[in-house]
């Protein structure tokens, strides 16, 4: 009892530095004297310096304590802050693996990033139904090459593995596997989600909707007047960000600074352009007042910047691709959120290539709103909108023979951009993709559509062996599948308002009465439809590793990062005292 007084103090420090992502250490980070050193020359570090402030705030159990301790227990030490730091990494995967027990199924996500050392790290995560709710709680960190040397092809899917034997997770129970789209992990020969699916027999592939719709966006720069107008925009905000001088002219311009359009975070690029064009006349301005300085150099670039934004192609071009890319920021946000299932990712792809296909089919009436924007910009700018010049035969430009400059920038930007991003989201997000999960179909607007006995053969033969062992298990499903066909049937004829959300559904489905058809709808609700949850733990990762905590071990990163992620989870210290 004596010694858990003196270490409650200790571990209550390690929690708050953990879940506040303070660094532990100092310049120097051992010896006895905390109490005898009240006020140290060298910096020792936040831990030691948090243990002067709790003595000196009147906790007379620790002062006690380090003033009568022997040197080697005095329990402070970087060998003992490590094994506290795993006892409460432990506390708080034990809290997440019992809630994983409970669902029963789940699901993985994983992804790599490189770290500040140059070594591979690969986050894993896992997704489970508690409590009615979806949630993606962040597991580990392990160096991908860290018993490994055969050649990065082969690593993903033994440490994925391994590490999920390690946690005592039921590898049948896995019901999907969450990753990007990158040939590593999907290809179908040695990739890591194929390997995967030999252990976890019923596992599927859950690709990554925001991951896609980037790529789609992306898809768009086969125009070269977009290629051209994104290599500008990003000329641009080089040219401003490179000099504090030229920062500070567009910041009294514009009274903002520009953000940079990153290719690879999903909202980044699209509230770059927003702002670029909102900021347009504003970045003007700031370009012809620099091209006015004595700096030779500076004013040159400056100078040949005007003349390569102050065009009617490119300010076009900026608007048509502001009309697409506003329509692809709001779902880049929400297929980020934790809570979003399959069937509402799946209903939002297929609204927007509903809306970019009728904005094709009518795309004279669309354009004309775009091009009375730019044309008001032009004409600010002075800028005249000229009909460029036409010949019989051409080859290295736009060359198409229209009668209005409106009719030219339409077919040659507006038209070239909407089929290819249409085309890449059909590609990408096809009926077949989308519908792929068969229980879907189990979702009260579906089911009405199909035939029961079909529907109850077809997820009998692809879920069977997720589904209780019990006799005649095909009959009883045909069953429960024509009461909750008909359930919703007679819902339909009194004008009762059917469940928009999977969520809803299940809520709706009574376990005692329909309990096959509320387990697979469970498993539906279960799959993930990003990997956003891998992404926001590389946040972490990188606040947590640092220039000045490179070297930090693998066992210790993970832990500091569960404290710091998960403050849902509460934390006894007297149950990690119990772990140590």
Not at 23 to 42: M, N, S, T, Y
Not at 220 to 233: L, M, W
Request: proline letters at 2%; charged letters at 25%; aromatic letters at 8%.
């Amino acid at each position: 009892e004596e010694n858990r007084k003196r270490l409650k103090p200790i571990v209550e420090t390690i929690l708050l530095l953990g879940r506040q992502n303070i660094a532990f250490r100092g310049h120097r980070d051992h010896g006895h004297g905390i109490i005898e050193e009240a006020k140290p020359l060298v910096n020792e570090g936040n831990f030691r310096e948090l243990l002067r402030y709790r003595v000196a705030g009147g906790d007379t159990a620790l002062k006690c304590h380090l003033e009568n301790a022997a040197a080697n227990a005095t329990y402070i030490s970087k060998t003992v802050q490590n094994q506290l730091i795993y006892c409460c990494a432990e506390e708080i995967k034990s809290v997440i693996l019992e809630r994983v027990k409970k669902a029963k199924y789940y699901c993985v996500i994983f992804d790599e990033t490189t770290d500040i050392s140059n070594s591979s790290q690969l986050s894993l995560c896992v997704a489970y139904v508690h409590d009615n709710k979806r949630r993606e709680d962040f597991i580990v960190f392990c160096d991908v090459h860290e018993s490994c040397f055969e050649g990065v092809s082969a690593d993903f899917e033994p440490k994925v593995i391994t590490e999920m034997k390690r946690l005592n997770l039921n590898l049948s129970h896995c019901v999907g596997v969450g990753t990007d789209g990158c040939s590593l992990m999907v290809s179908q020969q040695k990739g890591a989600v194929a390997e995967i699916k030999k252990v976890a027999v019923n596992a599927t592939r859950c690709p990554c909707f925001n991951h896609a719709l980037n790529l789609s966006m992306s898809k768009t720069s086969s125009v070269s007047s977009v290629r051209n107008s994104i290599g500008k925009i990003k000329e641009v905000i080089a040219f401003f960000n490179a000099s504090a001088k030229r920062k500070y002219v567009l910041l009294n311009v514009a009274k903002a600074k520009l953000i940079g359009m990153c290719e690879t975070r999903w909202v980044e690029r699209s509230e770059s352009l927003k702002q670029f064009v909102g900021q347009l006349v504003n970045i003007l301005k700031a370009l012809e007042y620099i091209s006015r300085w004595d700096d030779a150099k500076t004013s040159f670039k400056a100078k040949a910047l005007i003349t390569s934004i102050k065009n009617v192609e490119f300010v076009i071009t900026l608007y048509s691709q502001l009309s697409v890319f506003a329509l692809c920021l709001p779902l880049s946000r929400l297929f980020q959120k934790k809570s979003l299932d399959f069937c509402d990712a799946a209903t939002h792809v297929a609204d927007l290539k509903s809306i970019l296909q009728a904005r094709r089919e009518n795309c004279e009436e669309e354009f004309s709103r775009i091009y009375k924007s730019a044309e008001e910009v032009l004409s600010e700018l002075e800028i005249t909108i000229d009909l460029p010049r036409i010949t019989g035969r051409q080859i290295f430009r736009a060359n198409v023979k229209c009668t209005s400059t409106e009719e030219y920038y339409r077919r040659i930007i507006y038209n070239p951009m909407l089929d290819s991003i249409i085309q890449d989201l059909g590609n990408r997000f096809s009926s077949s993709t989308l519908s792929s999960c068969h229980l879907t179909s189990l979702l009260p607007r579906n089911c009405l559509k199909m035939d029961t006995k079909e529907l109850s053969k077809i997820i009998y033969e692809e879920y069977e062996g997720l589904l209780p062992n019990t006799t005649n298990l095909e009959t009883a499903l045909h069953s429960e599948i024509m009461l909750w066909k008909e359930k919703w049937r007679r819902s339909a004829e009194t004008a009762q308002v059917f469940p928009i959300t999977l969520k809803e559904a299940l809520e709706q489905c009574d376990e005692n009465v329909y309990m096959l058809v509320h387990l697979l709808l469970k498993i539906l609700f279960t799959l993930p439809i990003s990997v956003a949850s891998a992404e926001r733990s590389f946040s972490s990762l990188r606040s947590l590793k640092t220039w000045l905590r490179s070297n930090m071990g693998e066992e210790r990163l993970s832990g500091l990062a569960l404290m710091h992620q998960h403050r849902d989870i509460v934390m006894d210290p007297d149950a990690i005292i119990n772990r140590f």
